[in-house]
């Protein structure tokens, strides 16, 4: 969405979480009758999960997996399935014993499914019916995440028609195969 914050005044550095991606914020919205933009008028941080902000792998899985999903959804279309998987591999990239490539296709596969786009296959058992609360204990074999993650990269491909910028970025790094 676009919006108008009100009633903040002076240096954006007085409050230095304020909307910045990779936050999780609790934001108070008002749509406007004849504007596509929202007034902003509170915004209180939750969570700024400062450990993925440290690691540079951790913040382009992150930032893929938010693109990823921005990509997927629609303004207005509430999948709260979708937030809690998002929210769950956030937290997951946290613990320092996490994978962050099996988080990433832990949640590919959820939204795929939720979007009504995964194909009934054996191999996404494991990763569908892991909680999202344990997502980050789950860890894949090289064996395994390899066809997985070109198998999903090939569906994600065809539903968005183009590839994501933060994907293209996890290539550049060397973080994942093309």
């Known amino acids: 969405f676009q ?8 240096s954006r550095a007085a409050v230095p979480w304020y909307l910045e991606p990779l936050t999780l914020q609790a934001v108070v919205l008002y749509e406007r009758r004849r504007s596509p933009w929202v ?4 915004c209180d941080l939750m969570d700024g999960f400062e450990p993925v902000r440290r690691d540079l792998a951790r913040t382009a899985y992150a930032t893929y997996m938010l693109d990823l999903v921005d990509s997927m959804t629609g303004l207005h279309d509430p999948h709260p399935e979708i937030f809690d998987a998002l929210l769950a591999v956030l937290k997951g990239l946290e613990s320092p ?5 099996t988080l990433a296709r832990f949640l590919e596969i959820h939204l795929l499914r939720a979007s009504g786009l995964l ?7 494991k990763l569908l019916n892991t909680p999202f609360a344990q997502a980050a204990s789950l860890r894949l074999d090289r064996e395994t995440e390899l066809p997985l993650r070109r ?3 090939g569906l994600l491909r065809r539903a ?19």
């Open 97 to 101: 014993e996490a994978d962050p490539p």
């Open 119 to 125: 194909p009934k296959a054996e191999a996404f058992r």
């Open 160 to 178: 968005l028609e183009r590839d994501l910028r933060s994907r293209n970025f996890l290539q550049s790094i060397g973080l994942e195969a093309a």
């Open 39 to 42: 007034l902003v008028s509170a």
């Open 3 to 10: 919006g108008l914050v009100k009633g903040v005044r002076g």
């Open 151 to 153: 198998l999903l990269q």
